[in-house]
């Protein structure tokens, strides 16, 4: 349910990006925002100029896999998760259970490089 705090926080970073378009501490969090108001598309679009702005940070790449897979882009979002987890990308327990990664999940090459990390890190501790 959306509330007018939503509407507050998105307004608020909506207008700093205005103002400083390649902000990334109010990038973030308006991708944040949009994603969790279910408006995907928006996520995605602030991801991807996040991912041109940070080329190699992982987090922000994790991001962007997470949005391109609640639209069902698969490809892309596999693309992404694996090159965020070349940057250092490490939690795979969070990769494996996170809900925006579902339509990824489901994705047969996914599973099977998923499955090939787990085998190369050894048992979970």
């Given at each position: 349910m959306k509330t007018k705090a939503d509407d507050f926080e998105v307004s608020f970073f909506e207008g700093v990006v205005r103002q400083r378009?390649?902000?990334?501490?109010?990038?973030?969090?308006?991708?944040?925002?949009?994603?969790?108001?279910?408006?995907?598309?928006?996520?995605?679009?602030?991801?991807?100029?996040l991912a041109g702005l940070c080329k190699n940070d992982p987090v922000i790449h994790y991001n962007l896999a997470c949005s391109y897979s609640l639209l069902g882009k698969t490809a892309k979002s596999f693309a992404a998760l694996k090159k965020a987890v070349r940057l250092g990308f490490r939690d795979f327990r969070h990769i494996g259970k996170d809900s925006d990664l579902k339509n990824l999940r489901d994705h047969s090459p996914f599973r099977a490089w998923f499955d090939a990390l787990a085998k190369d890190r050894g048992p979970a501790k």
């Amino acid at each position: 349910m959306k509330t007018k705090a939503d509407d507050f926080e998105v307004s608020f970073f909506e207008g700093v990006v205005r103002q400083r378009p390649d902000y990334i501490d109010a990038l973030v969090p308006l991708a944040h925002a949009y994603t969790c108001l279910g408006l995907y598309e928006k996520g995605l679009e602030i991801d991807k100029r996040l991912a041109g702005l940070c080329k190699n940070d992982p987090v922000i790449h994790y991001n962007l896999a997470c949005s391109y897979s609640l639209l069902g882009k698969t490809a892309k979002s596999f693309a992404a998760l694996k090159k965020a987890v070349r940057l250092g990308f490490r939690d795979f327990r969070h990769i494996g259970k996170d809900s925006d990664l579902k339509n990824l999940r489901d994705h047969s090459p996914f599973r099977a490089w998923f499955d090939a990390l787990a085998k190369d890190r050894g048992p979970a501790k």
